[in-house]
């Protein structure tokens, strides 16, 4: 699974982050908004994660382990 | 510094200039509408440059002066001397922080407090003549946000990355692309991950990634349903981004950058990438200023002008000249019709064009092409316009005619010899005529490059004014001040180094010269004083006068004083003429002042004076009448870009010696000589020359004469001192370029330069001034 959820309530994304997690990462930003976004150990992002991140602008933990979507996402859009 | 902060520093000073020169006009000769227009133009302009180089101190302090500007524009407050004061102080202050932003790059940590100080000040001035302060007549000052102007997504991104984008075309410049990539909303389902495409285009430099339509609440987002748009600028060619791109074309789009919108940076590897925003910045408030502008027709005039010469200045700091020169013409078209449009539109296309979205020839087409009905739209370039350039450009032109000059020498010299060696008439005569016509361009060429170097007298004469009326307050005396001539040119250097001593001189004028008022009133003279300046062309010289109406300088009083002072013995001081006598207050060490004063006591005396004025090829002399006035000459060259030389051999070497020194050349037998002590001299015209060999001055071997052979000497006189040089021969008289000593020379005394001669050699030039004991 690279998306879960800590103990603490944040919402992690780890490793590769496939089209499919966007449905599980909406859900659980849709359960707790409030919840901070630790996307540090994430590899590679796919554009339907990254379009949900973007809707729902949680509380970011970063640098983004995706070093290109840190560069030139991160940065600028977020 | 970049070339933009330096261009403010030019400028700044120029508007604080002439803001003074218009103030003092302004004191002396009433608040014209026309006068504190300018003044207030000034003013605006250099609150815009300061907001332009970001000196917020500055801004506030200009701000509260605007404010105070406007109330005398629109009548509700009186130019009184006290505001007048205030303002100059302001300039002044501004003047300060000018010198230590080119100093250090930034303002004094005090510069805070200083500025809200002097604005408090101003805002008193306001407040206490005017209960109706609110008065900016059409002007907002505001800057608008600067996106607003910005079409193109293109330039958007270009922006958001400049400095990174300049940086990159800068090391290998390319051609540059945006690609706008807007992805089916279904194409999630396709297999597609547009991110994933955008990370292949190669040399990516900028990137942006948003929402098509608004986010819908985060309970109604559909996670398959692409709502994105990416948006990149390239280095890479459009084949390997078309190649990334090719299954889905209908999608994206890629778009050439024209190279104008990175023009703003080419040429300057500068630090801050936000030089395009700044220009913009400014840009956009003179649009603001021709928004609201006010439809009274002198501010109508005024404030095209002062708007299209900010925004044109801008646009020149940004290397767009092009685009600046549009602006002008637009302005002039504005002018000419009466209406602010043109010049507006000319800016809006300006800062489409600064935004990447319009290259800058398109913008001069659509120009031409709707101005053409109006019948401005012939009008000229404002006549006058002239160029800046930095002065070492115009020195290393100078040189270059200077050596022209030398090889148009040598070339003389060669058909000479031809003349000389080749049999025959014909081909002599073809060198000379060649060389005839090359020497007549030369000279006309070399004439008019130091034609560049020349600057009016105005330069130097415009800090007069102010400086008078400081002085005149200080000192309780009534003193107006005549300027005449100031049109009068000469070499930049002269002009420049002309101001110190004329400094004095007007000082001397007012603290020494010039009684107080009540003296002049028992004298039977007007109160009020006059001193003028005076600047006259006498053939290749000019004469600067400085003349006073005051007590003159009474002789005796100088006799007296030159005998306290043991300058001269009580003797020699009475066998002086009374013109001589005058003269001694060029020697060092005196001072008619009874007291040392604040004006003019500063321990320099106007023995400074005349020497600075000699190093410059100039002479000092003075009239007097007692009770009349003084009248101080100055007798100045053009330019001292050329000095005449007489060549002469001594110990086996050749010399050149300043035609300037050299009064005579005699050839003496040897009995005219006579020993005196250890040195030999003689008798010319009943005054005794003594006699130095050029080449024992030198320590060269002195030349085998044979006692009874003539003796060949160079008579020189210099700052009073004769001396005759012994010489083994004297060449030539020689029009030269002196080049200063060089290198490891630069210390050898007694040389004052070098120049080369028409066979190839180099002749050093002596300065006899230091060389004769």
Known sequence: MSVRRQDDGSVVLDGNCPVEEAEALLQMLQATPAAPLDWTQCSHLHTAVLQVVLAARPALIGPCGDR???????SNAL | MNALHEQFIVEARELIQQATDDLIVVEREGAEFDRIDRVFRAFHTLKGSAGVVDMPPMNLTLHAAEDLLAAIHAGKLDASPAVIDQALACLD???????????????????GDDARAMAERLRELLSANAPDQRTKPGRA?????????????????????????????QEAPAELHAVSYEPHAGCFF????????????????????????????????????????????????????????????DQVRIIDVPLAALRLEKGRRTRDGDTAALIRTVIEEQQEVLRFLNQSEEDFVGRIGAAARAASNALRHGLLADLAEQIELASTAALASRDAAPLLAAIDRALASLAGGLPAGEAEGALVSESAGSPAAEAERPAGRSLRVDESKIDALVNLAGELIVQKNAFAHLAKRVEDEVPGHELARAVRREQASIERLAGEMHASILQLRMVPLSHVFR?????????????????????????????????????????????????????????????????????????SRAGDRFVVEVIDDGRGIDPEIVRRKARERRLLATDELAALSDEQALDLIFSAGFSTAAEVSDISGRGVGMDVVRATVEQIGGRVSLSSRVGAGTTVRLDLPMNIAMSRIMVVGAGGQVFGIPMDAVTETVRLTP??????????????????????????????????????????????????KIAALEVDAIRDRLEVVLKPMQGLLSNARGYSGTTLLGDGGVLLVLDLKELLP
Not at chain 2, 689 to 704: D, F, H, K, R
């Open chain 1, 68 to 74: 290109w979507i840190e560069q030139w996402v991160a």
């Open chain 2, 93 to 111: 202050q501004v003047s300060r922080w000018v010198d230590d932003f080119e100093a250090r790059g930034s303002l004094p940590p005090r510069a």
């Open chain 2, 141 to 169: 000052s505001s800057v608008l946000g600067s996106g607003d102007a910005l079409p193109e997504w293109v330039s958007g991104l270009v922006e958001s990355q400049r400095a990174r984008i300049f940086r990159l075309t």
């Open chain 2, 190 to 249: 396709n297999g597609d991950d547009p991110v994933q495409l955008m990370r292949q285009i190669p040399n990516l430099l900028a990137f942006r990634i948003e929402a098509r339509e608004a986010w819908p609440p985060l309970a109604e987002l559909d996670p398959y349903a692409c709502n994105l748009r990416l948006q990149g600028v390239s280095a890479g060619t459009r084949a390997e981004i078309s190649n990334i791109f090719r299954l889905l074309p």
């Open chain 2, 463 to 535: 800090s007069f004014p102010r400086l008078v009326r400081d002085m005149s307050q200080r000192l309780d005396k009534t003193v107006a001040l005549v300027m005449r001539g100031e049109t009068t040119e000469a070499d930049k250097t002269i002009v420049d180094r002309l101001f110190e001593p004329l400094l004095h001189l007007v000082r001397n004028a007012l603290d020494h010269g010039i009684e107080s008022p009540g003296q002049r009133r028992a004298a039977g003279k007007p109160e009020s004083a006059t001193v003028t300046m005076q600047a």
């Open chain 2, 671 to 720: 009995d005219r000589i006579s020993r005196i002590k250890n040195n030999d001299g003689f008798v010319l015209r009943d005054r005794i020359v003594p006699i130095c060999s050029l080449a024992e001055l030198m320590s060269l071997p002195a030349s085998p004469a044979s006692g009874s052979d003539a003796r060949l000497l160079v008579v020189t006189e210099m700052s009073g």
